[in-house]
């Protein structure tokens, strides 16, 4: 028993310790996305189904000593496949879906090691079935869960603090060295016997029929698209982390703890309430979003009402868990049901819809499932005909308001678009007494850009570009010292700041959602009005600017947010150097850090402390105008007499400030980044 607990608990932390570990290698390969962990946890999903896939043609077609033999086989194979490091050449190289990309390259980094890990836990089971016949081995799928979760857990509290990403990725390695010579024993105690699992003399245990087949899909594909949407709600908003990746995964596997391991901790008559609850908090989190509403709240109401909801969705598969002598037939079906999620939210959802849909869709199909559980109540309990009619009204009502919520705000919006980097919309906004008439662009839930009705060729800067903002005083500045100036802008928006271009200026951006440049283009007039010709290179800004000659820019800005979320890889050490190479020797650097969540300053300074450079935060109220937006803007420049220009010293209201490094700050790296450290 030990060897296999050993054996289970050991594949299942490593498992779930490697995702956050190798999604966080891969994100500043593909523009630090939040979607980067969605298409992940496709992968992860997809390669659970093949581990249980595995293991169910295994134990049912493979005779004992030959698994043994198999399987260790396999283990060896996947050693020479260590260390996990990803190979660099698969970093994006354009500005498209590198959905597939992605596949791929966690397939050849980890795809035979995380499979095996994947099979563990059921073939395990199989084997502790056959060596202790009549045993019940579901207590050790609730163990495996156990293991997973500590894994979250421990990864954004202890490993990601204080281990490089890189020793990161040797660690878990020989952990799975390891893992391989415990399974290699565990099979040569299986390997007894000369034919594959069967059924006993005097079994009566019925085979699952196709509707518990597809019962058992249908709730694991529910909690599974529930997991993910919340989980892209949580990280438009904040920062594709591991701390908001494992918060929402850890709730739901220990919905699978508690559920597995006794029918006693999920009671009906309290859960199936609280359902009803969470799906009214779930509806009440979406409009939270909407609204821009306090991401505390938010966080509090989809992280309890997706574990209520797992719990009800795991709770309804553990009360319907087969006779043993199924169970890899069970679990199939179950990672079944997490691939279709993960496929749906990942894959399709960006291409089906130009809007999160996936959310209220997974809302619907929750109360639909628990309907069709109810109606079908387990011979003995009590039938209703009143409470069957009751429940499926309550389901039509439910999905009819969702729907009508989702065409109202399909027709709020002048347009909107959806890809693999996120959604956008552009709205309308009326004149409104001293307010003019405005056109705004929405990515997520922060405005990207506002141009005014009225000013058709997109001349007058609005929103975070006003008079006081940083990149405006560095721009006048630099035209008054140099004349026309050569301009480099991570982030296109809506393209309100070429604006603030002169003629004979060069103005560069670098941009990395294709969707962007085609809305900023066909839907404002910023860029077909503005007084220089402007280019736009597509790509990852940091790839892009590795890949080209020097741009010997005057000024390099920063104001790439998605959402309020933080793209990481633009603001580490590295992402400076390269930086540094683009400018001329008094060249300037700007970047937009206004955050609800995050205070940016002490990374902003670590790095500028490196370089020898001076740096002013501007604070702006946004005050001077109707269309103008408070702002934090973060200037730096290699010769301190920059900021003694009449810009930066003007009585306006706003406030123009040192920038000084926090005492005891670790800098940001490549290799390391802890967002903790500097939350609100």
Not at 289 to 295: F, H, L, S, T
Not at 331 to 358: K, N, Q
Not at 474 to 501: N, P, Q, Y
Not at 661 to 671: I, L, R, V, Y
């Amino acid at each position: 028993m030990i060897v296999y607990a050993a054996t289970i608990f050991l594949s299942a932390f490593l498992l779930f310790q490697v995702q956050p570990l190798i999604a966080k290698f891969i994100l500043p390969w593909f523009g630090g996305s939040a979607a980067v962990w969605s298409a992940a946890l496709l992968f992860f999903q997809l390669l659970l189904l093949a581990g249980y896939f595995y293991a169910y043609l295994v134990i049912r077609f493979v005779k004992p000593k030959q698994q043994f033999w198999m399987h260790s086989a396999l283990l060896a194979v996947s050693l020479l496949t260590l260390p996990i490091i990803p190979n660099p050449v698969w970093k994006a190289t354009g500005g498209g879906d590198p959905t597939p990309r992605i596949l791929i390259l966690l397939a050849l980094t980890i795809g035979l090691p995380y499979m095996l890990l994947s099979a563990t836990s059921p073939l395990l089971q199989a084997w502790f079935v056959r060596a202790r016949h009549g045993a019940v081995p579901y207590r050790l799928f609730a163990l495996s869960n156990f293991g997973s979760m500590l894994a979250l857990i421990s990864y954004p509290t202890l490993i990601e603090p204080k281990m490089p990403l890189h020793l990161q990725g040797i660690t878990w390695s020989w952990g799975f060295a390891a893992f391989a010579s415990l399974c290699a024993l565990a099979a040569w105690r299986s390997r007894e016997g000369d034919a594959p699992i069967h059924a006993e003399a005097g079994d009566e245990s019925e085979a699952p029929g196709l509707a518990d087949k597809l019962l058992w899909i249908g709730l694991a594909a529910c909690a599974s698209v529930l997991l993910l949407a919340v989980t892209s709600h949580l990280t438009q908003n904040v920062a594709p982390i591991p701390l908001l990746w494992v918060a929402p995964l850890s709730l739901y596997l220990l919905s699978f703890i508690l559920c597995f391991e006794s029918d006693r901790l999920y009671p009906r008559w309290l859960f199936l309430p609280l359902f009803a609850v969470a799906l009214g908090a779930l509806t009440w989190g979406i409009t939270l979003y909407e609204n821009n509403e306090d991401i505390k709240r938010l966080i509090l109401a989809l992280c309890g009402s997706l574990f209520v909801c797992c719990m009800v969705c795991h709770g309804e598969l553990a009360r319907r868990r087969p006779h043993p002598r199924h169970l890899t037939q069970f679990y199939l079906m179950i990672s079944i049901g997490g691939a279709i999620g993960g496929l749906f939210v990942a894959f399709l959802s960006p291409r089906l819809f130009h809007d999160y849909s996936e959310f209220p869709i997974a809302l619907v199909g929750c109360a639909a499932l628990v309907t069709c559980v109810l109606w079908n109540r387990a011979p003995g309990e009590p039938r209703s005909l009143w409470m069957r009619a009751a429940l499926v009204l309550a389901t039509v009502s439910f999905a009819g308001y969702l729907g009508h919520a989702e065409w109202k705000k399909d027709h709020y919006y002048v347009r909107s678009v959806r890809n693999f980097y996120g959604v956008m919309h552009v709205r309308d906004d009326e004149s409104n007494g001293d307010v003019p008439g405005q056109r705004v662009l929405v990515h997520g839930t922060i405005d990207h850009g506002t141009q005014l009705k009225d000013d058709v060729k997109g001349h007058i800067p609005t929103s975070y570009f006003g008079q006081n903002s940083g990149i405006n005083r560095v721009i006048r500045a630099l035209h008054d010292t140099r004349g026309a100036v050569r301009i480099g802008i991570i982030g296109l928006g809506a393209g309100v700041t070429a604006s603030l271009a002169r003629q004979g200026d060069t103005l560069h951006y670098y941009e990395i959602n294709s969707q962007v440049l085609d809305v900023a283009s066909n839907q404002f007039g910023f860029l077909k009005g503005c007084r220089t010709k402007p280019e736009v290179y597509m790509g990852d800004a940091r790839l892009v600017l590795e890949a080209m000659p020097n741009e010997n820019l005057d000024l390099l800005t920063l104001d790439a947010f998605s959402s309020d979320a933080v793209p990481m890889h633009l603001l580490t050490r590295e992402a400076y150097q390269v930086y540094l190479r683009h400018l001329k020797p008094g060249g300037v650097l700007a970047m937009h850090i206004s955050n609800r969540y995050l205070d940016l300053k002490p990374v902003v300074a670590q790095n500028m402390a490196a370089l020898g450079w001076h740096g002013r935060v501007i604070e702006d109220d946004g005050i001077l105008q109707s269309y103008y937006t408070g702002t934090t803007w973060v200037v730096l420049a290699p010769d301190s007499r920059f900021f003694e220009t009449r810009h930066f010293q003007e009585d306006d209201g706003s406030t123009v400030v040192p920038l000084q490094p926090k005492p005891g700050f670790p800098a940001w790296t490549d290799d390391f980044s802890n967002i903790v450290t500097i939350i609100k």
